[in-house]
T-cell receptor, first 110, second 113 residues
């Protein structure tokens, strides 16, 4: 199993640009999550999904959108990127109570 | 909303010394989880505690869940350089395990050889 994969690993965006962060898992987990981690800080939940077709807002959803058309994929969309969205983004999936994290996407908005 | 606080934010120790990080929640937790993140890496699950007063051990790591289920601690005995990283606690709110974890801000541990 590849586990949780994320692409790209790094990205620089200009203010106002849009992009999609990709996340996929091959463990057939229903629960999936998107977090952001600012330098020296903990993880803040952006959006989560309890299964295909179901998504819900987390702690910091503004400026982001998600979709969950399949069990495997959970992309995160940034519209009109802002400097405040500079962060490391982690996707995770959950088996029972344990969350498995992807390697992260480091995003810089200039 | 629920807040999970960790102290200290940073800890520097000499190899062989002990280390403890503390986690406190503003609300009762149904369970507490601990994760480790190596520098430049992603969080990795260590353990989950569910019962009031529960204590679990993993080799040199000891995890405790408070009687009131509002606090927890992680203690590392005789630290090694491989223990370097940031340790996060994370909790599910309320009496049942929900979908959302609230993470503390972590304790960053450095170990001098």
């Amino acid at each position: 199993n590849a586990g949780v994969t994320q692409t790209p690993k790094f990205r620089i965006l200009k203010i106002g640009q849009s992009m999609t962060l990709q996340c996929a898992q091959d463990m057939n987990h229903n629960y999936m999550y998107w977090y952001r981690q600012d330098p020296g800080m903990g993880l803040k939940l952006i959006y989560y999904s309890v299964g295909a077709g179901i998504t819900d807002k987390g702690e910091v959803p503004n400026g982001y959108n998600v979709s969950r058309s399949t069990t495997e994929d959970f992309p995160l969309r940034l519209e009109l990127a802002a400097p405040s969205q500079t962060s490391v983004y982690f996707c995770a999936s959950r088996r029972e109570y344990e969350q498995f994290f992807g390697p992260g996407t480091r995003l810089t908005v200039l | 909303g629920q807040q999970v606080m960790q102290i200290p934010q940073y800890q520097h120790v000499q190899e062989g010394e002990d280390f403890t990080t503390y986690c406190n929640s503003s609300t009762t937790l149904s369970n507490i989880q601990w994760y480790k993140q190596r520098p430049g890496g992603h969080p990795v699950f260590l353990i989950q505690l569910v019962k009031s007063g529960e204590v679990k051990k993993q080799k040199r790591l000891t995890f405790q869940f408070g009687e009131a289920k509002k606090n927890s601690s992680l203690h590392i005995t005789a630290t090694q350089t491989t223990d370097v990283g940031t340790y996060f606690c994370a909790g599910h709110r309320g009496e049942t395990s929900g979908s959302r974890l609230t993470f503390g801000e972590g304790t960053q541990l450095t170990v001098n050889p």
